[in-house]
Structures are given as structure tokens and as C-alpha cells.
């Protein structure tokens, strides 16, 4: 039994209804979920089939095609998905994270309060660079979580959220920022490159200052060096809605002759972490790494393929948590974190009414497996 947004629930069969765009990890989650319960050889699935119709003029609708009644329904969706595209007055229409959170809604819509309890996973969180007022702005991201409030979902299971405050706009939600610092690690002292680690040959590089805490915990977990570079920004001048970099100052110990592994939450066009590669090349560091949960390539992958072949870079490790440029995947220089169990840990744990913190608690998890490696 739960008690969420003032209401009691008694434990319900599990659905998962899995938006266009994450059929791939959907399908995952929902096997890795069967096999946690003994099931992996039955047949069926949690799936519940949906239609996600668009008409020819844009507008679109959701029909669930089983029922929903008295099940705990989890919604998995993934906002930053542009590969879905749809027939619009004859053209190839790309969906943007707005029509994705417009389908979220129609599935609410159609569910129309039959179901036990709502529950949203919702990786990669709507609008979340839109979330603080520094002028006369919209504020997308709160406004969002609202409208999701008020349509009935009592549960947000959201990953490495850009400002964790955010929560702060549905106080009576359960908003649960889960991190992929486990698995990001795990796949980073697995890989091939990192056979012979030596830990006193390695840094943790922050980007910004406000990756800063990130960076501070991967450094502290792994025993290694922290560092920190921070952007000197032109405000005299506004470029693609920011203001553009000037400079890129480092302040901490001396990377010549280290590994360096840069850790931040999302990579957009990599202009940043290029010029941070650049930095550090000059201070003659050795191997360069990157670790990002959400990988967007807005300007493709070319340019990484390019530091990749000039000795620059060595690997990039993200997740599958939002949708991956294709190319990407075919890199030698990328390494993808597939995060597909955890969610379905998640899911089942929620689903039986038990406790996920052991699971957000990565630190013994990190520190096991230091220990299998001999790197304690």
C-alpha cells in the first residue's frame, strides 16, 4: 500500500504504455522486468498497445487499445526523440519535445482516471534548461510539470535533471531524479581502454561550475584529482540565446601526463567540450574522456569524429536515455551506457510498493565494484 498526492493505493498489476521513440528501450525494460520476476519464458508482455494517430493537418489523438482499469500504468517517454516524424499538408514533419509532451497528455487523456495510479518516466525532463527567470521569460519546464500535476500523474521518475529544484514547482508529487553515475562508471572501468587503470594517473574534469558537485562526487568515489574549468562569458552579446564564451580558464592541479575524464550532464553541440579538449591538450594531458548522460550532437558528430582521428579524444560514454544520433553509434570513439535495467529495477521496485533508495544510493555499488576490480 502507498499513500502519493493524498490518496491511498493498494498494490496494481503492472502496464507500461510506451510512447513513439522509445520502443526500443521499452521493449528492454519490459524484458528485463520478466526476468526479474521469473517470467522471461512466459509469454506476453506489460506492454499495453497504444495508437498514436497524427491527422494530415497536425492535429493528432492517443487510443489505448486495453484496458487500464485498476493497474498501475507507467508511461515511458522520450522528449528529445526528433527521428519520429509524421505526414503534415504532405510534408515530413520532424516531432519536437512540445508534440511529445502533447502525446504524454492524450495518454493521460485516455486514461481518464481508470487506472490505479499514473506514473511518468520521463528521462530526459521536458524543457529543463527553461527552468529558472532571468528576464521577462516563459517558464516552460514549471509550467509543464504542473499540467502533468493536474491531469493525474502522481509519480515523475526523471534522470539527472538540469536544476534538481525544479521539483520544488509540484511539491505534492513524488519527483524522483534518479542518476546513471553507476552505470556510467561501470561501463568506464569496463572498457578496453581502462584495462591497465591506474587511478593515480587519473583527473576529474568539471566543464563549468556548475557541474562542479558532479564531478567533485565521481572524483571523491574513484580516489582521484578534481579540476575545474570555468567559462568567461561575452554579456555584452546574446548568440543562440546565450552568451557566448570568451575564454575557458582552468583552475586545479596539473593535468600533464593524466588521463582526463570530463563529466557533465549534457553535451548539445559540443562546442564546450571541444574547446576544453583543446585546454587540456595544451597542458599536455594524455587520454581524454567524456561522460554525459544525455548526448544530443545538435551539430552532428562529424567534428567528434574529427578529434577522435587527431589523437584528441578517446572515447565519449553516454547513455540511452534519449534518443542517439545513429552515427554516433557506429563511432569507434562512443561508447554507448545502455540503461535499460535500471529503469526496469525501478519500475518493478515502484510497482510492489518497496523503497528505491538502495538504488539511488550508487556509492556502495561504486565502491564494490572499485574493490572486484583491486582498484580500493
Not at 15 to 31: A, F, S, T, Y
Not at 279 to 298: C, D, M
Not at 311 to 316: D, H
Request: charged share 25%; with cysteine.
Amino acid at each position: 500500500m502507498s499513500v502519493a498526492s493524498g490518496r491511498i493505493h493498494e498494490h496494481g498489476e503492472l502496464g507500461l504504455i510506451v510512447l513513439n521513440g522509445c520502443h526500443e528501450i521499452g521493449q528492454k525494460i519490459d524484458r528485463h522486468i520478466k526476468a526479474m520476476r521469473g517470467e522471461e519464458d512466459q509469454p506476453g508482455s506489460y506492454i499495453i498497445p497504444i495508437d498514436q494517430v497524427r491527422f494530415s493537418n497536425g492535429e493528432g489523438k492517443v487510443k489505448i487499445r486495453e484496458t487500464v482499469r485498476g493497474k498501475d500504468i507507467y508511461i515511458i517517454a522520450d522528449v528529445g526523440n526528433y527521428s519520429c516524424t509524421y505526414r503534415m499538408f504532405g510534408f515530413e514533419t520532424h516531432m519536437g519535445p512540445d508534440e511529445h509532451l502533447q502525446d504524454i497528455k492524450r495518454v493521460i487523456s485516455a486514461i481518464a482516471g481508470k487506472a490505479n495510479r499514473v506514473t511518468l518516466m520521463m528521462p530526459l525532463l521536458y524543457a529543463s534548461r527553461q527552468h529558472k527567470r532571468k528576464d521577462r521569460e516563459s517558464l516552460d519546464c514549471s509550467l509543464a510539470l504542473q499540467e502533468l500535476e493536474r491531469l493525474g500523474v502522481e509519480v515523475l521518475l526523471t534522470f539527472d535533471a538540469h536544476d534538481p529544484t525544479i521539483q520544488n514547482a509540484i511539491p505534492l508529487v513524488s519527483f524522483e531524479n534518479l542518476y546513471p553515475t553507476y552505470t556510467i562508471l561501470k561501463a568506464f572501468l569496463n572498457s578496453d581502454e581502462c584495462k591497465n587503470f591506474d587511478r593515480n594517473n587519473l583527473m576529474v574534469i568539471s566543464p563549468d561550475t556548475g557541474a562542479m558537485d558532479r564531478a567533485i562526487y565521481y572524483a571523491n568515489v574513484l580516489r582521484v584529482d578534481v579540476g575545474m574549468f570555468y567559462k568567461r562569458r561575452d554579456h555584452l552579446r546574446i548568440v543562440n540565446g546565450k552568451n557566448p564564451i570568451i575564454q575557458h580558464e582552468y583552475i586545479g592541479a596539473d593535468v600533464e601526463g593524466k588521463d582526463v575524464l570530463i563529466v557533465d550532464d549534457m553535451i548539445a553541440s559540443g562546442e564546450s567540450v571541444f574547446d576544453i579538449i583543446v585546454e587540456l591538450k595544451k597542458r599536455k594531458a594524455a587520454r581524454v574522456f567524456v561522460s554525459t548522460t544525455f548526448a544530443f550532437f545538435t551539430e552532428g558528430v562529424e567534428r567528434f569524429e574529427q578529434f577522435y582521428r587527431d589523437g584528441m579524444l578517446n572515447k565519449v560514454f553516454s547513455t540511452n536515455l534519449t534518443y542517439l544520433n545513429p552515427k554516433a553509434l557506429e563511432g569507434e570513439w562512443f561508447h554507448l551506457v545502455d540503461m535499460s535495467k535500471f529503469m526496469g529495477k525501478i519500475i518493478n521496485t515502484l510497482n510492489h510498493d518497496s523503497s528505491i533508495a538502495p538504488l539511488m544510493d550508487a556509492t556502495p555499488k561504486i565502491r564494490k565494484m572499485m574493490d572486484e576490480l583491486g582498484l580500493s
